[in-house]
């Protein structure tokens, strides 16, 4: 009598399974190596979940160590923590702007509702608008304004005087 042929046991895996263990020729040794042999053991989806959980714990325990000891720039690792300092080194806010403006188009372009547009696009024009006096303030353009206006005001108090 032929034995009816069963997928693999484990997670992901879509070779047939070998005997009557559950698992393919690949999985059969991991799985015995667990002490899972498909006799009642752990299979190799439930280690494979095991494992992923104590991986998610040990992260989240390294994690809150940061946040107690204060070392704000590891935090989210290396890795994140190198692109954000890289990304922190550029004076200005002209992505954010560009992001803005690229929300703003596909706004316009996908909205049909037009309550729900004038909502968003009031939002989002705002937004603009103070990423804007943040660039003007960043590069100075501020003070330059600023600057300008005393000496035209002070210039014409004295031709007046």
Same mark, same amino acid.
């Given at each position: 009598m032929a034995v009816p042929r069963t997928r693999c046991a484990a997670a992901g895996c879509t070779n047939f399974a070998r005997g009557t263990t559950g698992f393919c020729l690949a999985h059969k040794r991991l799985a015995a190596e667990a002490g899972g042999d498909g006799g009642g053991g752990e299979t190799f989806a439930e280690r %494979? *979940? +095991? $494992? *992923?959980? *104590? +991986?998610?714990? =040990?992260? #989240?325990a390294a994690f809150r160590d940061r946040v107690e000891g204060?070392?704000?720039? $590891?935090?989210? !690792? !290396?890795?994140?923590g190198g692109l954000m300092a890289q990304a922190a080194e550029e004076k200005g806010v002209g992505d954010e702007l560009g992001a803005l403006r690229f929300v703003m188009a596909r706004l316009l372009a996908e909205e049909d509702d037009p309550v729900t547009?004038?909502?968003?696009? #009031?939002?989002? /024009?705002?937004?603009?608008?103070?990423?804007? +006096? %943040?660039? =003007?303030?960043?590069? !100075?353009?501020? /003070? $330059? !304004?600023?600057?300008?206006?005393i000496t035209s005001i002070l210039t $014409?108090?004295?031709?007046?005087g």
């Open positions: %494979a *979940e +095991r $494992e *992923e959980g *104590e +991986r998610r714990r =040990r992260a #989240a204060g070392n704000y720039r $590891e935090l989210f !690792g !290396g890795k994140l547009l004038a909502k968003s696009v #009031a939002r989002i /024009a705002s937004v603009s608008i103070q990423a804007q +006096r %943040a660039q =003007r303030a960043i590069s !100075g353009q501020l /003070a $330059e !304004g600023l600057t300008d206006a $014409e108090l004295d031709a007046g």
